[in-house]
């Protein structure tokens, strides 16, 4: 692990906690997106929840890495 000025640490904080609220929240959608009766409409959001999800775990895990002096295998 690299030692990292504390704005950077503060910033890496709040970047992983705004990560885990917004999947948080996201769980949420699922069971609400299953309820809709049409299968294109839900398709459509069940997709996009999918690439929403992915792209907030790409974030964690670049903020991860960084955070470990990884940054060479940033994604």
Do not use: W
Not at 6 to 22: G, L, P, S, Y
Not at 28 to 42: G, M, V
Not at 52 to 60: P, Q, R
Request: hydrophobic share 40%.
């Amino acid at each position: 692990m690299q030692n990292l000025p504390e704005d950077q640490v503060n910033a890496i904080a709040t970047i992983k906690q705004a990560c885990h609220r917004i999947a948080h929240e996201m769980m949420t959608l699922q069971p609400a997106i299953a309820k809709l009766s049409d299968e294109k409409l839900r398709s459509g959001l069940f997709e996009t929840v999918y690439q929403l999800t992915a792209n907030v775990e790409t974030v964690k895990k670049q903020v991860i890495r960084h955070e470990k002096g990884d940054a060479s295998k940033m994604l």
